[in-house]
């Protein structure tokens, strides 16, 4: 993520899909194709502010029938902190904008005989991705989406059209159709991988079942929407917990360079977050993670950071 | 080629410590370029496609699921080298019909992207004999790194018959000390994470009593031979560095990653003849840890190669 | 896995059994937990049924049954085999081995598989070269690697 290879698109077309959900169609500024990418990726997008730059995830799909775009849904947010009510009010077609190479943390299962997705609101996006990949290569799949009403279910029309024997639609505001549950984990074959994305009540409510079913974890996939992530680079202190030294770690100097500064030998490789190598022991303190190598369970134990890109709030003490 | 200009372009493999260990010493790629053409190219091509055909079920292997990534790496590679070196290959595209030329080999070939029954042989066999580098290919299945495909004709002493479909802790298992602070499962979290656009490389490094590229598992009898005639008179010359420059590529669609290596040697004497290079190995060798000594094939000639590290130290 | 000894895996809904004639007995303590629990299950000792009836059997099953293979080297293979065609995963499955264990040990010269047991040393059937066995295992093969000395 701190690297700086990234794709310049333009906005071919924008569409709404729904009341609070609009597609956007990217192309690339060359006219050239933009980079393939597997069922499950998202891009990062760099939008402009006044205020700053403004990064968001959108899962990647293309439901053209050109190879070589890039579509992103948008829904509106009500607290939204600008990502969103800046694609929606002030994105136009013909706009350029910077983008990353699509990346991917939501795969599809290798060795699954068959996968079946549990998507809820505008959690349809990574999987229409998906569902393109599985159907090409002929594997097996169904989909069960929840929206309010068939009017707020995003690419209802092409889902239908598309998969017409695959896709289960459940609408909790009218009357006669069932309701999306996870129930429906009982009655999947052997050798099923299920894929869950939505709001995180339903991530839990769904992962919790299928546990409770006695689906191995390895079965189970989920994607969260990351949280925003805003850098701040801000002056902080650190203790270390068995010299007893203390250092500053002013705004504009990483913590890596502050250590090796005063002769504590950490080891490093990339600098940018990637490789891992610079990794320290954190004992006491809040961390800004910005590296892109550790994982969500890495950063929640609050144990390790990694010292070339990520910083302390105040006070940090470390186990060195 | 003279020294100096093998001394130059030779990829020297230290840090800045006098000290070696095992870690994930991976930097970003800049410019991302998977290939490198050296003076050696013609002979090293050559050298490659003939241990191919002697030699198919040691240097080839590839799983039926890798298909649409060998097609990537073809994509990629083709697309590095027209750009990188535009007077030695040409790419003509109509379409998906290609046709690619290598002006130096004087070969034109035709065929149509993405379509295997258009090639005489897979497309990452294919590509892979136009260039010095290996190329293996591990696919992301399921939550891990396998080695589903390759094409290795200068392996380190390993196995590409035997390593293939292991994942990547499988494959590092015989390394002393590589799960150690558990640095196989931060290397593969690493790998993992590698993302399209943003290409990484890093250096390896062993010695070897003789000169040979080949150096398979399959063949070790035989070259492994010339570490027990190492002396202190005959290891400037008998002796090399080898060094395996790394590059590693996430490709998008498939989300496989492409690893290219390209493996440089050196004879000691030529290397010390850069002072501060000397100096910085001599330290690094003295101090070596057994168990990685051990693995890099040293330790049955350590000594006589200090010993003669000692002495050009003297002379200088 | 390939265990020494089976344990009853928790919070399943169901499990199968699955024996040859000489080793049902070994599953005898997990019928009757998965009894008492009250968990469904099915338990079938393998006589002379084709690999036909075994296919159709997993392939019925649902997300949450749990596989325990007991029996000789050979029958555990070929039943493990089976099962993860049939969508089983490695975490779905215990299997024990009673007798000897078939290893293989693949000659790093020749790529020849040679058979052993608990030897450190043997020698290449296919080319005569010395071989010490190691613990590198290739799934592929489902071979160990035997290397050369010099």
């Known amino acids: 993520m701190n690297q700086t290879s990234t794709l310049r698109v333009r906005v071919r077309n924008i569409k709404d899909e729904t009341s609070t959900i609009k597609r956007f169609t990217l192309e690339s500024m060359d006219y050239s194709k933009l980079p393939p990418y597997s069922g499950g990726s998202h891009i990062t997008t760099f939008l402009s502010l006044p205020s700053g730059t403004l990064e968001r995830q959108y899962s990647l799909f293309n439901t053209t029938l050109e190879p070589g775009l890039f579509e992103i849904a948008v829904r509106l947010a009500e607290d939204s902190t600008g990502g969103s009510r800046f694609w929606h009010q002030n994105v136009q077609a013909g706009d350029a904008l910077t983008v990353s190479f699509p990346k991917n943390y939501f795969p599809l299962s290798f060795q699954a005989k068959h996968h079946v997705f549990y998507a809820a609101g505008i959690g349809i996006t990574p999987f229409l991705s998906m569902m393109a990949e599985l159907a090409e290569k002929e594997h097996s799949f169904e989909l069960h989406y929840a929206a309010n009403s068939k009017e707020q279910c995003a690419f209802y029309e092409h889902l239908r059209t598309v998969y017409p024997d695959r896709c289960r639609f459940y609408f909790s505001n009218s009357e006669g159709t069932k309701r999306l549950s996870p129930k429906l984990l009982l009655d999947h074959r052997i050798g099923t991988h299920v894929y869950f994305c939505g709001p995180e009540r339903m991530i839990e409510d769904f992962t919790n079942a299928a546990k409770s079913y006695g689906y191995p974890s390895f079965n189970i996939h989920w994607e969260r929407f990351a949280p925003p992530v805003n850098r701040e680079h801000k002056p902080f202190s650190v203790n270390l917990q068995r010299s007893g030294r203390q250092f500053e770690v002013p705004a504009n100097t990483s913590l890596l360079d502050v250590l090796r500064k005063y002769g504590i030998n950490v080891p490093y490789s990339c600098r940018v977050g990637g490789c891992g190598t610079c990794e320290v022991k954190v004992a006491e303190g809040e961390v800004f993670h910005y590296d892109s190598f550790l994982t969500e369970e890495q950063r929640c134990s609050k144990g390790i950071m990694l010292s070339c890109v990520s910083r302390g709030k105040g006070k940090l003490v470390l186990d060195l | ?316 | 896995m390939i265990r020494k000894e089976l344990s009853f895996s928790k919070g399943k809904r169901k499990f199968l059994f699955c024996a040859d004639s000489t080793e049902e007995k070994s599953l005898h303590d997990f019928v009757h937990q998965a009894m008492e629990e009250g968990i469904q299950f099915d338990f079938h000792i393998v006589g002379e049924e084709p690999d036909s009836f075994l296919d159709m059997w997993f392939n019925q099953q649902k997300m949450g049954s749990y596989l325990y293979i007991s029996g000789g080297w050979d029958f555990v293979n070929r039943v493990k085999k089976i099962a993860l065609a049939a969508g089983f995963s490695h975490e779905e499955m215990q299997m024990k081995v009673t007798g000897p264990f078939k290893k293989k040990l693949i000659c790093c010269t020749c790529h020849a598989g040679n058979p052993i047991e608990d030897e450190a040393y043997i020698t290449c059937r296919n080319c005569g070269a010395e071989l010490e066995a190691s613990t590198h295992y290739s799934p592929r093969l489902e071979a160990y690697l035997g290397y050369v000395s010099i």
């Open chain 2, 1 to 316: 080629m003279n020294s100096m200009a093998d001394l130059r372009a030779f990829p020297y493999p230290f840090g800045d410590s006098d000290v070696y260990r095992y870690s994930n010493n991976a930097i970003p790629l800049d410019p991302p370029n998977p290939i490198e053409l050296t003076d050696s190219y013609f002979d090293e091509i050559s050298l490659k496609r003939e241990l191919l055909t002697k030699h198919p079920e040691r240097c080839y292997h590839s799983a039926p699921h890798t298909l649409d990534a060998q097609w990537e790496v073809v994509d990629l590679i083709i697309d590095n080298l027209v750009t990188h070196y535009p007077d030695r290959f040409e790419l003509e595209k109509k379409d998906d019909e290609w046709v690619f030329s290598n002006v130096q080999t004087n070969e034109n070939i035709t065929f149509t992207f993405g379509d295997s029954t258009s090639l005489k042989i897979e497309p990452l066999d294919f590509i892979g004999r136009h260039v010095q580098e290996d190329l293996l290919l591990m696919m992301q299945r399921d939550g891990n790194l396998f080695l589903d495909a390759g094409q290795l004709c200068f392996p380190a002493n390993w196995s590409l018959y035997f390593d293939a479909g292991m994942s990547f802790k499988e494959i590092h298992s015989p390394i002393p000390g590589f799960k150690d602070q558990s640095l196989d499962d931060r290397i593969l979290q690493f790998l993992m994470r590698i993302e399209a656009g943003s290409p990484w490389w890093r250096k390896n490094w062993s010695l070897l009593a003789g000169n040979r590229l080949d150096t398979s598992l399959e063949t070790f009898a035989d070259w492994g031979q010339a570490r027990k005639r190492v002396t202190k008179e005959n290891a400037g010359e008998l002796v090399h560095l080898r060094v395996e420059v790394q590059k590693l590529f996430r490709l998008p669609k498939s989300n496989g990653i492409l690893f290219t290596i390209h493996s440089h040697m050196l004879p000691l004497e030529k290397f010390v003849q850069h002072p501060p290079w000397l100096e910085k190995f001599y330290s690094i060798l003295d101090e070596l840890p057994d168990f990685i000594a051990g693995y890099k094939g040293i330790s049955l000639y350590r000594k006589q190669v200090l010993e003669y590290l000692e002495e050009e130290m003297r002379k200088r």
